[in-house]
């Protein structure tokens, strides 16, 4: 199984930015995908997340702001990245889940300067 989340970087207060999480080896359209998000010394936390028939649930923080999808023709899950604010700066990592097995990717680094 692997899991390659790509489109991090630097961007301004307000800016935007468009992760992508490329999957295989799992039966993508079956599995629930997230986005997690971790800074150094506090636990990782849940972004968002989609479900293989398209629901999808956000973290109060970026409500409104963020947006998760997904392509099950590309196996890939998206995290459109709106008025992003430096508190949103942290490793953000892609996860896989179905039938109580999960599955993580390498972290992309998101950093937002104010």
């Known amino acids: 199984v692997q899991l390659q989340a790509s489109g991090g970087g630097l961007v301004q207060t307000g800016g935007s930015l468009r992760l992508s999480c490329a999957a295989s080896g799992i039966i993508f359209r079956l599995n629930t995908m997230s986005w997690y998000r971790q800074t150094p010394g506090a636990q990782r936390e849940l972004v968002a997340a989609i479900t293989g028939g398209g629901s999808t649930d956000y973290a109060d923080s970026v409500k409104v702001r963020f947006t998760i999808s997904r392509d099950n023709a590309k196996n890939t899950v998206y995290l459109e990245m709106n008025s992003l604010k430096p508190e949103d700066t942290a490793v953000y990592y892609c996860?896989?889940?179905?039938?109580?097995?999960?599955?993580w990717g390498e972290g992309t680094q998101v950093t937002v300067s104010s």
């Open positions: 996860s896989s889940y179905r039938a109580g097995r999960s599955y």
